[in-house]
């Protein structure tokens, strides 16, 4: 052999030999392609519907050419391609290429047979991998596009799906036109495309039968690989110059023009492919994978074809390779196929029995992980757990969120809850200011629960097996001497259509091959096994996985998040008061499947672009659509309970007065100020007390221990107070003074004003809808435009309000009532916005006199500390958080605490509350929060700490008003269904358990981060209390002692116990 004397001009002188560019009339990529011929005909037809294949199949086709342009955006088309293979081609593999913007399906016999788009390395349809003269030569091919937006949504995607059909083979068939070139038994494969058409309209660029040379692309991959070594290993590399001695050598014995001299090369490549690592070497576990998001760039409806597509291509690839496996999240996913293509879902059941097609992550979509409910995160678990088990016979063991914007520290206990005791993820790779330190570790949540984490090293989740991702997973895994395997998941996401076959004959040759890590086509379970293993040395990783970028996800698209909490609000009160209802009455029928539906909806819009404001308009009005949805059934739902659960208060007695049904949702007793409806449409206030998880019926209202009194001043200024706190209001609403009354604590720092708006420019350097960066603290302007001053709109007694209005930035106003109700610890802020900026974000502020490093930030059945200081890139790349229903800073004794009903980004700089409250981003929704908002949020000063105070329950009442229906019913003594001895512990959950009509399950946590024994207590015929899992399965075989008091409970800090109830009948 040969050597080169020169390692560049050799190196050149490969790629030469199969650049796409260059010499191709006489290199070897020239010869990829044989003979070519155009389509018999071409014909469309263009749809704004996106229709099922048969109704497609029936519409009048026109005639196209390629190179005609089909739109406008989300136009579906369809495409009618005769194709006549010349006679000349018997013995020669066929392909029918397809080359245009976008993604498209095959379809065959009424069933999808694969799909193409370019973006995604898919453009053949191999139609023959031997023609043979007894095989049909003509064929009809439909096809349907139309126009998506994908990841950086400035230029078009196409894609194509294709159908046939015995109906359209035939009529097909007998009108296609014949001539000499054509075989004597014509046979048609009719496909059909769909496109759709982007900004811009697509155009079919190619449409041609084209013989394809196995020979020459066997050669090419091997060159490919070979002048990838020799490149990066480097030249002072033992390896890359052997890899390049041996390409040189193969271009010089390949005759391009004789593929008999093509063995003698590719025995050169093998050669080198062959030579093995030693045992140190690094394992790399490769995976097919494509990333697909529910909703994104494209609406939900465009998903279920996007799916359809990429799995079906998938499909035909295992096919051909029996090696390949295929990690496969989103329960919703397989749904929507299994319910609109039930032939590709039926042989996908058989990849997964198989073991190739693995479904994995657990959960019903890949959800945001910092926003959902603790409720919510159990419930996508459990939807999705269920799905597989009921599916597949089996759930699944891993929890697989890439793509999603930072993890909550309470997920590695709800995995642990659902079966599952390892993560993967790569997300945080994304970081902006810290690099993660490791790649394989235990991460540990609030309540110590730990899981086996990975991050596949190559910070990717769509790799294409090339010999650059490999180096770059060894290089880059930063737990080297600890753990010797990771995670390599590769394919196309997003409608590319998962793994190509190229990628696998790389993977192929690598397999071991000195110099490179050992590839294997492996499982999640195979590589999780074999890093369980090599545990012993794994560090652990404490609390959140934060992402320190897409902060802005935490405001974005303020109507969504606002959808979100209200409607987990509105099933948690469904789910308790249809199950109390059905534990009182026997005839009420609790409803179950409505609720399965209900919650699927909403589950769907915490899809990790939903939830967090970063999809285009479309997805918006369907997320919007869904929840009003939600909200309208669910109110039906809530009826019903009532009606059922106090049927006997709500029939009507003659003499009686008028009087009010009141019923708590919340598991503790409430005093609070009621509007109830009086007669002739009027509504009063009045102060009532309910019991825990009960009702009450009002006729006579409490008297207020102590009246709200409000007072104008001279200057304009307004003071209100309850005997609990006293508030002073400046002109322009802000706070000048809050105290708390029995102490004469002043929360608010001399000279500072709380409740203070500021608008910042919001302009981040590129990803819009997702970023807000550090630099806009710089611009902070306060808002200072009065509109309307302060002034009293209720005097006092139960409750005392003054209201004023603002300009913000150019054009937008806001208008706040601020309302103290008697014996209520907090200030509320019911807040209304017209909101027209562009790129600004607008924040409240309150300043607090209140010392401590640290603020408290309530998260999914729990809560967390994070510093209010800036010391290092840790602390600062915190800059802007996300918290739930309230966030503290307290020093020894006092604190303040802010508290919301639909708003997720805050933060806590030195002594500054901020809440997050409107953005304007523009992309990639330019309508994204222009109009008009509500939302409230309020201030408790406290002294003690959070927890005694009651925080907690406060933040939970403010989300959760009591429910009032008027009645004229007899004097009945108010009803409770639990309670719980101690405040640390949160009655969560109260629902129908999913497999046991006539059993309830309840889900507890405890919210103080302490030990505690907590009892509950019930009303309810329970006859057998059975601890059990997230996924309602029975833990142990212990029954629960049924006491006097109730059952007793033990809890760590954050512990989640759900018990399943079996009712006496
Ligand atoms: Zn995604």
């Known amino acids: 052999m040969a050597a080169p004397k020169h390692w560049r001009t050799a190196l050149e002188r490969v790629e030469k030999f199969l650049s796409e560019t260059y010499f191709t009339d006489c290199n070897l990529r020239g010869r990829l392609f044989g003979d070519r011929c155009p389509p018999a005909s071409l014909s469309y037809f263009q749809t704004p519907r996106r229709i099922p294949y048969d109704e497609a199949v029936r519409q009048e086709f026109k005639l196209a050419q390629v190179g005609d342009s089909f739109g406008p955006t989300w136009e579906t088309c369809w495409f009618k391609v005769e194709l006549s293979i010349p006679p000349a081609w018997a013995g020669r593999e066929v392909h029918f290429v397809w080359e245009s913007d976008g993604e498209g399906m095959v379809w065959r016999d009424a069933q999808p047979v694969q799909g193409l788009t370019k973006e995604g390395e898919k453009t053949s349809y191999i139609l023959t991998s031997s023609m043979k003269e007894t095989e049909p030569h003509r064929w009809v091919v439909w096809g349907a596009w139309h126009c998506l937006k994908p990841r950086g949504w400035d230029h078009t995607s196409l ?258 809850g659902c079966g599952i005791r390892r993560f993967l993820t790569q997300k945080l790779s994304w970081n902006l200011v810290n690099s993660f330190p490791h790649h394989t570790f235990f991460w540990e949540g609030i309540d110590g629960s730990r899981v086996l984490t990975h991050f596949p090293p190559g910070d990717s989740y769509g790799m294409h097996g090339r010999v650059e991702e490999m180096l770059k997973t060894v290089k880059n895994n930063k737990d080297k001497g600890r753990v010797n395997h990771s995670a390599f998941l590769f394919g196309f996401g997003d409608g590319g259509g998962g793994p190509t076959q190229k990628m696998l004959d790389r993977m192929k040759r690598m397999s071991d091959t000195d110099g490179l890590p ?179 019926v009002v006729r006579e209202p409490l008297l207020s221990p102590q009246p709200v009194v409000v007072r104008k001043r001279e200057d304009g200024s307004i003071a209100m107070e309850n005997g609990v706190i006293a508030a002073c209001l400046d002109v322009m609403g802000r706070l000048t003074s809050l105290q708390l009354l029995d102490s004469q604590r002043e929360s608010v720092p001399d000279g500072c004003c709380a409740n203070q708006f500021a608008l910042f420019d919001d302009v981040p350097l590129y990803w819009d809808a997702w970023d807000v960066m550090d630099y806009y603290l710089e611009t902070r302007k306060p808002v200072t435009t009065l509109l309307k001053p302060l002034e009293i709109t209720l005097a006092g007694g139960l409750r005392g309000s003054v209201s004023f209005s603002l300009q913000i930035g150019k054009s937008s106003t806001l208008t706040q009532e601020i309302i103290l109700d008697a014996t209520c610890p907090y200030l509320r802020f019911l807040t209304q916005v017209e909101w027209k900026e562009a790129h600004k974000f607008l924040k409240v502020e309150f300043p607090v006199q209140v010392r401590s490093t640290n603020a408290t930030y309530e998260i999914q059945f729990g809560h967390l500390q994070r510093p209010t200081h800036w010391n290092t890139s840790w602390d600062w790349a915190r800059f802007e958080v996300w918290a739930h229903k309230w966030l503290d800073l307290s020093e020894h004794g006092f604190g303040v605490t802010l508290l919301n009903d639909c708003k997720y980004g805050a933060s806590a700089h030195g002594n500054i509350l901020s809440l997050s409250l409107l953005r304007a981003p523009k992309s990639p929704d330019a309508t994204a929060d222009m109009g008009h908002h509500q939302f409230t949020y309020a201030v408790m000063p406290h002294l003690g700490s959070f927890q005694d105070a009651g925080v907690i329950q406060h933040a939970y009442s403010l989300n959760c008003p009591l429910h009032t229906v008027p009645t004229r019913s007899a004097p009945s003594p108010p009803w409770s269904a639990f309670s719980v001895s101690s405040p640390a512990v949160v009655l969560e959950t109260v629902k129908q358990a999913e497999d046991r009509p006539g059993a309830i399950v309840v889900r507890l946590y405890e919210a103080h981060g302490s030990t505690v024994i907590a009892w509950l207590q019930t009303s309810l015929p329970v006859e057998e209390a059975i601890l059990c899992d997230l996924l309602e399965r029975p833990v142990g075989a212990e029954r629960l002692q049924l006491e006097q008091q109730g059952l007793r409970l033990s809890f760590t800090p954050f512990r989640v116990l759900s018990l399943l109830l079996i009712l006496r009948q």
């Open 518 to 696: 050992r590839v294997q086509i492996s499982t999640p379970d195979q590589l999780f096994s074999a890093l369980e293993k090599e545990s012993s040395q794994l560090y652990t990783w404490v609390g959140e996985l934060f992402l320190e970028l897409h902060n802005g996800t935490y405001t974005s698209q303020a109507q969504i998040k606002k959808g979100n909490r209200e409607c987990e609000r509105i099933l948690h009160d469904v789910e308790v008061l249809s199950a109390l209802a059905m534990a009182q009455d026997c005839g009420f029928q609790y409803p179950a499947s409505q609720l399965q539906r209900l919650w699927r909806l909403l589950l769907l819009n915490q899809f990790h672009d939903v939830l967090p404001g970063s999809c285009i308009q479309l997805v918006v009005e369907d997320a919007l659509e869904y929840y009003a949805e939600i909200r309208r059934v669910g109110a039906g739902l809530q009826q019903e309970a009532v009606q059922s659960l106090c049927r006997e208060l709500l029939e009507p007695e003659a003499g009686n007065a008028g009087s009010t049904l009141v019923l708590n949702t919340l598991p503790w007793e409430r005093t609070e100020v009621i509007s109830r409806a009086g007669a002739a449409g009027t509504e009063t206030l009045v102060l009532v007390t309910v019991p825990s998880m009960g009702y009450a």
């Open 159 to 416: 894609s194509v799906s294709w159908s046939s059909e015995k109906l359209f083979r035939d009529s097909a068939c007998s009108s296609g036109p014949t001539t000499g070139r054509r075989m004597d038994f014509p046979i048609c494969l009719p496909v059909i495309c769909c496109l759709m058409v982007c900004c811009w309209s697509p155009q079919p660029h190619t449409a041609e039968l084209v013989v394809f040379n196995r020979d020459v692309y066997e050669l090419l991959v091997d060159l490919e690989i070979l002048l990838d070594m020799a490149q990066l290993l480097g030249e002072e590399n033992q390896r890359s110059s052997q890899a390049l001695c041996a390409a040189n050598q193969m271009v010089n014995v390949c005759d391009v023009t004789d593929p008999s001299t093509f063995p003698a090369a590719r025995a050169l490549a093998a050669a080198i492919f062959s030579q093995r690592n030693g045992e140190s070497q690094h394992s790399i576990h490769a995976m097919g994978h494509c990333h697909i998001d529910s909703a994104w760039l494209w609406p939900y409806e465009e998903t279920i074809r996007k799916c359809a597509r990429s799995w079906v291509t998938v499909v035909r690839l295992m096919e051909r390779n029996p090696e390949l496996t295929f990690a496969c999240s989103q329960a919703q996913q397989f749904e929507w196929v299994r319910s609109w293509y039930p032939g590709l879902y039926e042989q996908i059941q058989d990849f997964v029995a198989k073991g190739q097609f693995i479904p994995v992550g657990g959960t019903w979509v890949e959800m945001d992980g910092n926003l959902p409910s603790g409720e919510s995160m159990v419930r996508q678990f459990l939807q999705g757990q269920r799905f597989f088990q009921q599916q597949f016979g089996r759930v699944c063991s891993e929890f697989w969120l890439p793509d999603t914007f930072g993890y909550s520290a309470q997920l590695p206990q709800l995995m642990q």
